[in-house]
């Protein structure tokens, strides 16, 4: 009995091994990818838009409504020199911006 249950262990580990290995990393990429960005549909857009001249905690000190973040991406590309995001772009991470990082954001 004993022995059988052993071997039955034997048998199993690589395999259970080898499910913690592929599930893990993916685990942590899907919630940490993009920190400190919240996980949501437009984060990815949004960190390689945002991270080139500061760090993204600027961003993520936000809990702007979506018309002031939509001044703010103005101000960004007049008066800081950020490349004008194209339209379908720029609505991408507006809506991510006023979703995620709006009014109701209490930081993190
Ligand atoms: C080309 C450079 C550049 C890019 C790209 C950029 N910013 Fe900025 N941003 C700045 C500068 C410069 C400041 C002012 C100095 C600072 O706060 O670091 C700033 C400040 C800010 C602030 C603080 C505003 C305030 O009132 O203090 C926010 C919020 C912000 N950026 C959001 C963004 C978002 C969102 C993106 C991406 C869509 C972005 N930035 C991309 C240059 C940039």
Not at 81 to 104: F, S
């Amino acid at each position: 009995m004993r022995k059988t249950l052993f071997g039955g262990a034997a048998r199993a580990a690589p395999a259970f091994a080898l499910a913690l290995a592929v599930a893990a990393p993916a685990l942590a990429e899907d919630e940490h990818e993009f920190a400190p960005l919240p996980p949501g549909e437009g984060a990815e857009e949004t960190f390689y838009a945002c991270q080139a001249c500061h760090s993204l905690r600027t961003v993520t000190n936000g809990g702007y409504s979506r018309r002031v973040w939509d001044e703010l991406l103005d101000w960004m590309v007049e008066e800081q020199g950020m490349p004008e995001l194209d339209p379908e772009e720029r609505e991408i991470i507006l809506t991510y911006l006023a979703e995620h990082v709006g009014e109701d954001w209490a930081g993190n």
